[in-house]
């Protein structure tokens, strides 16, 4: 953390904040307070600046190239699972996937349309990789699922996508005002990838429609299914992501989510 210090000054408490990369700290002097990221995306300012993360204080060009951005540190908790019901989550996503600003910056970024066939080839090529390692009939069933379906789930409509609307990424400020943070995945997708997620994991299933009008649309047979398409892949996508990592109590604890879905639809 030297190059902390170095550019904050040795009056600052650092403390790193966890995460997947362990490339984020906090830090606080004397009543400021920061929250630090070592090569965050510049996407970020766009997200800052429409009020969807806690505001993008400064940022700072190191001289090996990397770039540190320090965001307010906000008093807050994050959202509780049963909370993901409430309308203020569903408006927030619409804003997102409603944003031009936000579709253009990405764009400008480098960031293409995801396709499920990109979904699942990356799906089926890390598997082969994993299958030497522990072969689970459940994930191959999956997989097989999406190969039956992926030219069911095309679809051209296009937007930003958070890719990850797990309920610890939702925070509520002590002034009530709620952020969608850990953008480091974000994608240009069919917004069914994160509406699956969002609602298979948290939403129960008698209150999908009115839900699905909170956030904007009307539902129907052909959004359902992709839905379903992207929540098993995700589903998918995380279990190999953790069994990669070596975590294999979470991976373990993914696949009997994946095997609710499953069974749930006469997958299994």
């Given at each position: 953390m030297?190059?902390?210090?170095h550019i904050?000054?040795?009056?600052?408490?650092?403390?790193?904040?966890?995460?997947?990369?362990?490339?984020a700290?906090?830090?606080?002097?004397?009543?400021?307070?920061?929250?630090?990221?070592?090569?965050?995306?510049?996407?970020?300012a766009?997200?800052?600046?429409?009020?969807?993360?806690?505001?993008?204080?400064?940022?700072?060009r190191?001289e090996?190239?990397d770039?540190?951005t320090?965001?307010?540190w906000?008093?807050?908790?994050?959202?509780?699972?049963?909370?993901?019901k409430?309308p203020r989550?569903?408006?927030?996503?619409?804003?997102?996937?409603h944003?031009s600003?936000l579709?253009?910056?990405?764009?400008?970024?480098g960031?293409?349309?995801?396709?499920?066939?990109?979904?699942?080839?990356?799906?089926?090529e890390?598997q082969?990789?994993?299958?030497?390692?522990?072969p689970?009939?459940?994930?191959?069933?999956?997989?097989?699922?999406?190969?039956h379906?992926?030219?069911?789930v095309?679809?051209?409509?296009?937007?930003?996508?958070h890719c990850?609307?797990?309920?610890?990424?939702?925070?509520?400020?002590?002034?009530?005002?709620?952020?969608?943070?850990?953008w480091?995945?974000?994608?240009?997708?069919d917004?069914?990838?994160d509406?699956?997620?969002?609602?298979?994991n948290?939403?129960?299933e008698?209150?999908?429609?009115t839900?699905?009008e909170?956030?904007?649309?009307?539902?129907?047979?052909p959004?359902?299914?992709?839905?379903?398409?992207?929540?098993?892949?995700?589903?998918?996508?995380?279990?190999?992501?953790?069994?990669m990592?070596?975590?294999?109590?979470?991976?373990?604890v993914?696949?009997?989510?994946?095997?609710k879905?499953?069974?749930?639809?006469?997958i299994?």
């Open positions: 030297n190059w902390l210090e904050l000054g040795s009056n600052w408490t650092i403390t790193p904040a966890g995460g997947s990369t362990g490339e700290y906090y830090a606080h002097t004397e009543g400021k307070r920061l929250f630090l990221k070592r090569n965050s995306s510049p996407f970020l766009v997200l800052s600046a429409e009020g969807i993360v806690p505001k993008l204080v400064w940022t700072k190191l090996n190239g770039v540190i320090a965001q307010e906000l008093e807050g908790r994050e959202l509780k699972p049963e909370e993901m409430h989550v569903a408006a927030l996503l619409s804003k997102i996937h944003s600003e579709l253009d910056m990405l764009m400008r970024l960031k293409h349309p995801l396709t499920p066939d990109e979904v699942l080839k990356d799906i089926k890390n082969k990789v994993l299958d030497q390692v522990d689970k009939i459940e994930i191959h069933q999956a997989i097989k699922y999406l190969e379906h992926v030219s069911h095309q679809h051209d409509v296009h937007v930003v996508c990850d609307t797990n309920h610890n990424n939702w925070l509520l400020s002590s002034t009530d005002h709620l952020y969608l943070i850990d480091d995945n974000a994608m240009v997708a917004p069914a990838l509406l699956g997620m969002l609602l298979y948290y939403i129960p008698d209150y999908w429609e839900w699905l909170e956030y904007g649309i009307q539902p129907d047979s959004m359902y299914e992709r839905m379903k398409w992207y929540s098993l892949s995700q589903a998918l996508s995380f279990i190999q992501w953790h069994q990592r070596g975590e294999y109590h979470e991976a373990s993914r696949t009997e989510k994946l095997k879905i499953m069974k749930k639809h006469l299994l």
